[in-house]
């Protein structure tokens, strides 16, 4: 049996409803740590759910954030410093993880807060995550504003990447699964994939 | 042991080392079939890694796609008739679905070609697939370029919704899991995802 909701039905719906079903229909999202650093020195990491692949030559992913009605510190930060890192998330810290979505005050570090070890390259002033088996540092490369709800998408170029050594294959996949690495659904809801196959390229 | 890429070591890989290496970078994705129709009534069906979650009010969803220098069917009826279906992938059909990105002539229906049934509504002139567990009508909404690359942003908005009732959980949640819905890393590796936990809401 199939449910039909009109937009006048999603549009109806209860505010913490509609959050958790319109994040939720469209499948399952990578869970990230954006890191960031403040010109003040403060350590910034967030959880995201929302990287996107945008292109291999260059290298560019994108980023969804919410709209800047509210003060977006990631977002600050990105344009202060022009870079950010993008760390994968694995079943060990991913309770941590999402422990950064937390509001904590100005001076707190959500890196500190929530146990995680920042790391630092000569390539980029934003800060790694340690404890990720992925980490991809990125160039600010442009933004776009969507209009019709106020959110940014942001790209960046990747300008270096962390990878442990056991998570590559001959053909150059980051197997994620090597890292335990896990993915969301909507915002809460933890996923641990496992590998159904490797398909071919599809010919007709 | 980690190993380290800069830009310039990405840029010098093999071209098919780089996408897959590129693309399995940021995580897992979800998978899902854009159903489009033709003016001439073509019925298209392609797979997709790159759908995001835009917003919930309004409910917006977006869709990234390669550059338009070859000819971009679904592109081009989603413009011709100002709107699409996003539908889930489950364990049953992943390989249907994987079958859809088969580079066919412009007389073969991809849904026909791979044995994926067609489902229309009286809400839009686009198809949805019968097999999917969810199916989402969208109106196209706005178009970003992106100038790095010349890949286009598709942002819909939702205006129909038909989910199996068994997926919904009462806080609104779509529990993606109950349908056996894949998720994709990179272009090839279809994974099937298992719940470790669903998280409160995080507080300092």
Redesign the interface.
């Known amino acids: ?7 006048a039905d ?2 109806d ?20 740590l954006i890191g960031t650093l403040s010109t003040t020195g403060r350590l910034n990491a967030a959880i995201f ?14 980023l ?1 954030m919410r709209p800047l009605t509210v003060p977006r510190q990631t977002y600050d930060y990105i344009k202060a410093q022009n870079c950010f890192t ?1 760390n ?2 694995s ?1 060990e810290i ?2 941590q993880a ?8 100005e001076e ?1 570090s959500e890196l500190e ?1 929530t146990g995680l070890t920042p790391l630092f ?1 000569d ?1 980029l002033a934003a800060p790694y995550v340690a404890e990720s088996a ?3 540092g990125l160039e600010l ?2 933004e ?1 504003h ?4 106020g ?1 940014l ?1 942001i ?1 960046g ?10 998570l ?2 001959d ?7 090597a890292a335990d ?3 969301v ?2 915002l ?17």
Not at 146 to 149: P, T
Request: proline share 5%; with cysteine; charged share 20%.
């Open positions: 049996m199939y449910q039909r909701f009109s937009l999603i549009m719906m209860e505010r913490s409803y509609r959050r958790d079903f319109i994040n939720t229909l469209s499948g399952y999202k990578p869970a990230n759910n929302s990287v996107l692949h945008i292109g291999a030559k260059p290298p560019l992913l994108g969804l993008i994968s998330v079943q991913y309770r999402h422990q950064t979505g937390a509001k904590y005050d707190t807060a390259t390539a992925v980490k991809i490369e442009e776009h969507i209009r019709a709800n959110c998408l790209v170029k990747v300008i270096e990447v962390l990878v442990a050594e056991s590559l294959s053909a150059g996949h980051v197997r994620l699964e690495t896990v993915a659904s909507g809460d809801r933890y996923f641990l994939p496992r590998l159904l196959s490797q398909e071919d390229y599809p010919r007709p």
